[in-house]
């Protein structure tokens, strides 16, 4: 095989290598975003957090993932719901930016 040839393997290997590492880094993050509160399971998501920022009461009944009604202070939930969404985006963030980086090495 020749030199230039052994070149556009490896970088089609570490192409490949970088699609598979993103999606399987994407799959652990959606994972990441589920969050447990006052006994059920909730995935936070923008959806989410745009319904809790706009819902008018303080209490209210939400389903979780398991498909459970769960009484939710708003407010409390909301804190919570954004400080872990935050936290987890941030993480995605900085574990994209390393595949980039060894991409590119």
Known sequence: MTAEAQILVGQIKLATDYQT????LREKIQSDLHMPHNGGLFKITLDLLSFLTTW???TLYL??????????DRD????AARQHYQKVMNYWHLEHAELKKLRKL
């Open 76 to 79: 409390s939930f909301l804190t």
């Open 21 to 24: 590492n993103k999606t399987i």
């Open 63 to 72: 389903e979780d993932t398991y498909q459970n009604p769960i009484e939710i």
């Open 56 to 58: 008018p009461d303080k």
